[in-house]
């Protein structure tokens, strides 16, 4: 099983401040990674895939990178709705496999 | 609009049987694998199992394989996790997501808002 370890586990970034996530996994992903977005009482969302390919209607200020087995999620200019636990997933092996999250709150 | 509606969670003792069902719509289902993810309320997203377009093939995590049965009817735009000999630690939201093509080596492009199941006696 891929494992996918996400640092780090709390990001304390103040509104307006970028955020660098980190997302490694135990064996080479090529680019099958994605990222996702979990505010309270909500079901995830999707950020990106193929590591760096935003979703429709994300804005442009997430981008990931990376590939193999190091891949990072950047907001730029954190909002207030930015708040939130982001989980990295492989789909490159089975079984599909997930991060512990990130959780990104306001400083 | 794509919509993902769960149902059939609850409260159901140790070593008792459920069955989940999720119905799809606003895209076409038999052209997307269909998964379940699950979630300890406040913890991390685990995969539970996954199913093919065509049902051929079927995936499970090595927690629930034997426990736990997916499956799909086209005609219904319906997708069903039959859990069986559940445990206390199958306590979570179940979210029934949609994968990105037919196969099941995906991300989800779309999650259901879930149904929890709590298991205790």
């Known amino acids: 099983e891929v494992v996918m370890t996400q640092s780090p586990a709390t990001l304390s970034v103040s509104p307006g401040e970028r955020a660098t996530l980190s997302c490694r996994a135990s064996q080479s992903l090529s680019s099958n990674l994605a990222w996702y977005q979990q505010k309270p009482g909500q079901a995830p969302r999707l950020l990106i895939y193929g590591a760096s390919t935003r979703a429709p209607s994300i804005p442009a200020r997430f981008s990931g990178s990376g590939s193999g087995t190091e891949f990072t999620l950047t907001i730029t200019s954190l909002q207030s709705e930015d708040f939130a636990v982001y989980y990295c997933q492989q789909y490159n092996v089975r079984p599909l496999t997930f991060g512990g999250g990130t959780k990104v709150e306001i400083k | 609009e794509v919509q993902l509606v769960e149902s059939g969670g609850g409260l159901v003792q140790p070593g008792g049987s459920l069955r989940l069902s999720c119905v799809a719509s606003g895209f076409t289902f038999d052209d997307y694998a269909m998964h379940w993810v699950r979630q300890v309320p406040g913890k991390g997203l685990e995969w539970v199992s996954g199913?093919?377009?065509?049902?051929?093939?079927?995936d499970y995590a090595a927690s629930v394989k034997g426990r736990f049965a997916i499956s799909r009817d086209n005609a219904k735009n319906s997708l069903y996790l039959e859990m069986n000999s559940l445990r206390p630690d199958d306590t979570a939201f179940y979210y029934c997501?949609?994968?990105?093509?037919?196969?099941?080596?995906?991300?989800?492009?779309?999650w259901g808002q879930g149904t929890l199941v709590t298991v205790s006696s």
């Open positions: 199913i093919s377009w065509n049902s051929v093939a079927e």
């Open positions: 997501v949609k994968g990105f093509l037919y196969d099941n080596l995906v991300y989800y492009d779309y």
